[in-house]
């Protein structure tokens, strides 16, 4: 068993499924020594988070701007102290913020797992090459959580 204290994992992307809640719940019934981290996750309060605290704004594009400043200073954060990032990309939405968090993840060297149906491969070809893993579910995350800590298969 390697365990090196405990490790920092970063959960970004879709916010419309429990799939946070799989993989922690499946971390922690193994024991393995895991914080997640991850963005805000109330889709209403990240949409106006930055005119709530900066001031009102007539223009959805300017709303829009000072929602992703004030977003992103949480996301690069949290992504530059984590260990590993994991980005799970949705059917129902499209996640740019999830693509973005991949290039922050990748510009700065953090191993990446990425997680999608099989249905978005195409879509995904370029964030799926820079990941070192790419699964379709949170179990499979999990089992290379549990083996890159533990050795574990």
């Given at each position: 068993m390697m365990s090196l204290n405990s490790w920092k994992v970063y959960l970004s992307g879709e916010i419309h499924s429990d799939w946070r809640q799989e993989i922690n719940v499946g971390c922690s019934a193994i024991d393995l020594p895991i914080m997640f981290l991850s963005p805000v996750t109330n889709h209403e309060a990240s949409d106006d988070c930055g005119v709530e605290i900066l001031g009102a704004e007539e223009n959805d594009f300017w709303k829009d701007q000072k929602g992703a400043g004030v977003n992103a200073i949480r996301t690069r954060t949290l992504i530059a102290k984590s260990?590993?990032?994991?980005?799970?990309?949705?059917?129902k939405f499209r996640q740019w913020n999830a693509a973005f968090d991949a290039g922050i993840a990748s510009a700065l060297g953090k191993p990446m797992i990425i997680m999608?149906?099989?249905?978005?491969?195409?879509?995904?070809?370029?964030?799926?090459?820079?990941?070192?893993?790419?699964?379709?579910?949170?179990?499979?995350v999990v089992r290379i959580l549990n083996y890159a800590i533990n050795g574990n298969l």
């Amino acid at each position: 068993m390697m365990s090196l204290n405990s490790w920092k994992v970063y959960l970004s992307g879709e916010i419309h499924s429990d799939w946070r809640q799989e993989i922690n719940v499946g971390c922690s019934a193994i024991d393995l020594p895991i914080m997640f981290l991850s963005p805000v996750t109330n889709h209403e309060a990240s949409d106006d988070c930055g005119v709530e605290i900066l001031g009102a704004e007539e223009n959805d594009f300017w709303k829009d701007q000072k929602g992703a400043g004030v977003n992103a200073i949480r996301t690069r954060t949290l992504i530059a102290k984590s260990d590993i990032i994991v980005i799970k990309f949705g059917e129902k939405f499209r996640q740019w913020n999830a693509a973005f968090d991949a290039g922050i993840a990748s510009a700065l060297g953090k191993p990446m797992i990425i997680m999608h149906s099989e249905n978005l491969t195409h879509a995904l070809k370029e964030i799926d090459n820079a990941a070192l893993a790419v699964t379709e579910n949170p179990k499979q995350v999990v089992r290379i959580l549990n083996y890159a800590i533990n050795g574990n298969l």
